[in-house]
């Protein structure tokens, strides 16, 4: 097997979707199909099971998937190494930070450019998935983290890893919801976010003809949308960690009906990923990630946006 067949693989994995992680490659559906299916074929199994919606890994894809990710890490491994003995990097670049710095590993991220691109000057901005195609064309950022991958001409998304999303109900609004519907929570009061927020196209999926909801509250600062629900003001969709740290604490049920995954991916513009200094930043990116996991949650750090 080859690594691009690893690749796609972990691709389709974590995007759920053909046409999806053939954007995010840049490749053809064609192409990416027949991957797979070689890969398939030499394994001697199916890895997915195919659904109209997409591609859901079956449970031998499951099992595979984390040696995938290994020897994927494995190769970035090489790269970062190499790295490590040259110090011809020079310049200036710009990481787009699209929620709270804690969860994207910033001090991390920090420590590893200091170490291996001593030369490089990292600046870290604010900023939303929805602004991240344009501040990249327009040259504001170098690269930007979003929920979901990007499936626009010219911007090379690569997934990170998934992160778990749950929809919270405070008690004040329904005092059990065990046994909650459907029907039940669309007809209460939800903080919602704006058009084409990441976190909220799922929900249109699952409850489209109750859109928009009869009772809503706009809020796309991931701190509001927790001080409303801590209050009592709404139904909200947030990180499983934060919504593990609230249910905690007594104050929201977690909606054991329904949970989802959105994407966490790096960005950059596919002109530029020939670029030596690109490709050594989101390889270290890449590194980072997978050496010191998934991130934390807490809710006493200041966060920038919901919709991000």
């Known amino acids: 097997m080859e690594l691009y067949q690893l690749t796609s693989f972990v691709t389709i994995a974590h995007t759920g979707n053909m046409t999806r992680a053939a954007a995010a490659m840049h490749i053809s559906l064609s192409a990416l199909s027949s991957q797979i299916a070689a890969l398939e074929d030499e394994m001697g199994f199916p890895l997915f099971t195919r659904k109209p919606r997409g591609m859901e890994l079956n449970g031998k894809g499951e099992a595979l998937l984390e040696y995938a990710a290994r020897a994927l890490h494995a190769a970035d491994e090489v790269k970062r190494q190499a790295l490590r003995m040259r110090d011809e990097y020079v310049g200036r670049l ?4 699209n929620t709270d710095p804690g969860f994207l590993q910033v001090t991390d991220l920090n420590r590893e450019f200091t170490a291996i691109l001593p030369n490089v000057k990292m600046t870290y901005m604010p900023t939303q998935t929805l602004q991240t195609v344009e501040l990249l064309r327009t040259g504001t950022i170098d690269f930007g983290f979003t929920y979901d991958t990007l499936s626009e001409p010219g911007i090379t998304s690569i997934p990170l890893f998934m992160v778990p999303i749950r929809i919270v109900i405070p008690f004040s609004l329904l005092p059990t919801a065990e046994h909650a519907t459907w029907d039940d929570i669309a007809t209460l009061t939800w903080i919602w976010g704006t058009r084409n927020c990441p976190f909220y196209s799922h929900l249109e999926k699952q409850i489209g003809h109750y859109l928009p909801p009869k009772k809503m ?12 629900v801590q209050s009592g003001q709404g139904v909200g969709v947030m990180r499983q960690g934060y919504a593990d740290q609230l249910a905690a604490k007594g104050i929201v049920h977690i909606w054991e009906q329904d949970s989802a995954n959105i994407t966490l991916c790096i960005n950059t513009l596919s002109e530029r990923e020939s670029d030596p200094l690109i490709q050594a930043t989101l390889n270290l990116i890449k590194g980072v990630f997978f050496n010191h996991g998934r991130a934390s949650e807490t809710l006493s750090e200041p966060v920038p946006k919901l919709c991000n």
């Open 94 to 97: 710009c990481l787009g930070i």
């Open 217 to 228: 509250i706009i809020a796309e600062d991931e701190s509001v949308v927790t001080n409303l």
